[in-house]
């Protein structure tokens, strides 16, 4: 029973990690063997092999605009880290800007982006417009969560502080924003893939006016030209660069978290 | 029967007539007095409900008492109370994502501490209740009984001197609790410092105390006091013995006598 139990936790994490390369080779192969016996021309879909090879061939173009659309998203991403935390620090200290703005943010966040986008456009230079679009879907999570957080604070620990005469910024330092930061990094994971989504809407249409030269933009103009192996390139980078963004940000919250908090912590530890 | 705040020279304290009534009603406190004497380690026993942790509240200044008041009988409190105040909670209420180290060290940090004046005093507080290897650790790695520990020498890090102590013990084993009684009584010992001690477990409070409130509940007052003469320092020949038997029975039959006690109508004794 002891013996058995760490070999099938081992099988278990091989299989996790297995099944899906597996499913992956298995749907590539069939995909190739699909469009290879039906002789499927490539600008209806081209296979796995030739959208790998474009990837290669085109690998100049599509790098610089990997490059583009990365800093566009990390820079929004930034901005709303900065923006959602600060917004929700000034809101907590104080209710008057809070009653007075929140319902703002709020509307910010439920109209769509896509109808913001083109307006957007017009008023601001384009690559200014991309990243206020990156910004305002990837704030509001990082301010909701954020807001949660400070608002989530153990009330016996809040007694302490008052007991000890702790000052507001004494308390907002030592108390509410450590209490807070296992939101802030769940708020700033969402905001993450949201503002790699921002990012793209943007692009496209912005593309559709004629100009940029990120990976959406890539897509876009890739379907005009029907060169739709390209096209597939650029969404494999989308998604990789998507994942990265992940990946990233669950390693910070990791490092963040890994000493104290329940959801960062093994199993048994 | 309600003793009416017999002052002594001794007197760190006195309670005058309090009442506390809560927003939705309830009457906790009704008319509650009694003094709290220089050294003496003084324990509050009753029903649940009887209104001893919010007695202790009122006493630390964490709640207002909606009649009478809290007089400090000695010279110098007024003027900043807090410096003078340690607070143990039911809960440890340890800063999860803070070391063993930092949480001791909150209520200097607070206050403006040099940070070596502050690093030799938690040694020092860390050594008195047998954390010393453990400054480093996080609270999530401690036992229960750590982790009070840790509460406790957080509150004694400011040398204060009235130690006010909510329930510290009721969520630990039986031999946890055996054990930190007889370092609590060791500490208080040493330091001279005054205890308040809130319990709901008449063994307890005869093990530990000098003197006994029983109280009653719904309003809370004072039922009766109780002398423990025993001398100190008490070990597990005391808890064996005929006399804290003897005690036990006492103690417990005025707790009885408590519950059964009669409401009296708008709180007047």
Known sequence: MTRAEPNRERRDRLLQIALPILVLAVGLALWEAVVRINNIPPYVLPGPGLILRTLVDDWDLLSQSLVVTLATTVEGFLLAAVGGVGLAVLFNQSRFLEYSLYPYAVILQVTPIVAIAPLLLIYLPQPLAVLACAWIVAFFPVLANTTLGLHS????????????????????????????????????????????????????????????????????ESGYRLNIPRMFGALLLLSAAGIAIFYALSFVNHLALRRWHESALDQEA | MAATAPQTPHSLLALHGVGKTFANGTQALANLNFDVRAGEFLSLVGPSGCGKSTALRIIAGL??????????????????????????????TLMPWARVFDNVALPLVLKGVAADTIAKRVTGVLDRVGLEKFAR??????????????SIARALVTEPQLLLMDEPFAALDEITRFKLNNDL??????????????????????????????????????????????????DQNFRTSAEYAALCRRASAALARAMTEERPIGGQP
Do not use: C
């Open chain 1, 153 to 220: 604070v153990d009330r016996n620990l809040t007694d302490l502080f008052s007991l000890y005469g702790a000052s507001r910024r004494q308390i907002l330092w030592h108390l509410k924003l450590p209490s807070a930061l296992p939101y802030i990094l769940g708020g700033l994971r969402i905001a993450g893939g949201l503002s790699l989504i921002g990012a793209v809407v943007a692009e496209i249409a912005a593309g559709s006016a004629g100009a940029g030269s990120g990976l959406a933009y890539r897509i876009a």
């Open chain 2, 63 to 92: 709640s207002a008492p909606s009649a009478g008041g809290v007089a400090w009988l000695t010279g110098g409190i007024d003027a900043d109370k807090t410096s003078h105040i340690g607070f143990v909670f039911q809960e440890p």
């Open chain 2, 137 to 150: 650790a996080f609270p999530r790695e401690l036992s229960g009984g750590m982790r009070m520990r840790v």
């Open chain 2, 185 to 234: 009584l060791q500490v208080w010992q040493t330091t001279g410092t005054t205890v308040v001690f809130v319990t709901h477990s008449v063994f307890e409070s005869v093990y530990l105390s000098s003197r006994i409130l029983v109280m009653t509940a719904r309003p809370g007052r004072v039922s009766a006091e109780l002398r423990i003469d025993a001398p100190y320092p008490r």
